[in-house]
């Protein structure tokens, strides 16, 4: 009779190859043998799951892979680091890269666990990986992001991990996602929510009421405040980025767009305005002048929230009019992700679900 590690076996070869059913039935074979054979049900468990949470067929614990002492060596590390009051995710990274220094064969290792490993396997060598941030372990990281091995999750946030290292070009990548290849969106940038310009007190406190009345659409009221504002910071672009947006709400449409192109000239790096002149652009139907400023914003390292899900509506206008549906809705999930509650997210909800 042969032994249930071999008809496992057999279920991970079959896994792999994308025959689930006959993997099932291996790995059921495997259980009705001995049902002490841990790994068989182990298995089961994990194809039970939705597909996206799924690590796939691993063949062997995580003890089969690494010594308990080398495990116990980077939790007594970890434990250390820990207990520091001062931990910092640099201090992070040099323990890490210290512990990879005493244990050179995890560079072969942690490939290959990120690829087949038990989930404890995967989860140890995508922290490594995640927080030693060498050559060796961004490309492990990038390989496993483009793989079809382990939780989405995991691969989208090692994705992120090596498209800010510069391993990955933030825009559309194609990933293995809820059991199928598609498009996705990798930011290369840091959504904040800090202040982008400086000023005074003074200007300050005209300017929060002036943006009040420009929510409740009283576009005189803004006009008024913004114009003093304006004088106290003649150059502030913001200031009259917001005076432009009082100007369309007044009718003004042509001395607005005006307005925000003088605006996207003095500050290329204003992303409101940038975004702005994409979206006459996209309007007009020039969609290569939008393309070109619409990559210009994904560049930047960082961007403010409400920035972003401007940035995402252009984005969402640019794929819709370039007859590219499913990036648009690749953008909108994006946007959903970043701020789930933003108003407009029901209205391209509803304009995506008709295509």
Not at 69 to 95: H, Y
Not at 308 to 336: H, K, V, Y
Request: proline share 6%; aromatic share 8%; charged share 25%.
């Amino acid at each position: 009779m042969r032994p249930p590690l071999l008809w496992h076996v057999a279920a991970g070869a079959q896994m792999r190859q994308g025959r689930q059913a006959q993997a099932k039935a291996l790995w059921e074979k495997a259980l009705d043998l001995s049902n002490s054979f841990a790994l068989a049900p182990q298995n089961l468990a994990d194809l039970r799951q939705v597909v996206s949470d799924r690590h796939g067929a691993f063949a062997f614990p995580l003890t089969q892979w690494l010594p308990q002492k080398t495990i116990d060596e980077l939790r007594l590390s970890l434990d250390a680091f820990n207990s520091s009051e001062s931990g910092s995710p640099e201090e992070m990274t040099q323990v890490v890269r210290e512990y990879l220094s005493h244990h050179p064969e995890m560079l072969t290792l942690v490939p290959a666990l990120l690829d087949r490993g038990h989930p404890k396997g995967r989860d140890l060598a995508f922290y490594l990986a995640r927080h030693a941030q060498t050559p060796e372990m961004l490309a492990a990281l990038r390989d496993f992001a483009l793989s079809d091995r382990g939780p989405d999750a995991m691969r989208h946030q090692a994705a992120q991990v090596v498209s800010r290292a510069g391993l990955l070009p933030a825009g559309q990548t194609r990933m293995w996602m809820r059991g199928k290849w598609r498009e996705l969106i990798l930011l290369g940038m840091e959504i904040h929510a800090e202040p982008t310009i400086n000023h005074s007190q003074q200007v300050k406190n005209l300017l929060v009421p002036a943006i009040e009345a420009l929510k409740e659409e009283d576009s005189a009221k803004a006009e008024k405040l913004l114009q003093q504002a304006i004088k106290i910071e003649p150059d502030a672009p913001d200031i009259l980025y917001n005076i432009a947006t009082a100007w369309e709400l007044q009718g003004r449409h042509q001395e607005s767009r005006e307005l925000i192109e003088q605006i996207h000239q003095r500050h290329p790096d204003y992303a409101f305005a940038t975004i702005s002149v994409a979206k006459m652009s996209i309007k007009s139907g020039d969609l290569e002048t939008a393309r070109n400023l619409l990559q210009a914003v994904m560049g930047k390292s960082r961007i403010h929230f409400v920035e972003f899900g401007i940035f995402c509506d252009a984005q969402i206008q640019f794929f819709l009019a370039d007859s590219q549906p499913e990036l648009a809705r690749a953008w909108l999930n994006l946007w959903r992700q970043t701020n789930p509650s933003h108003p407009n997210l029901d209205y391209w909800e509803k304009r995506l679900s008709n295509l």
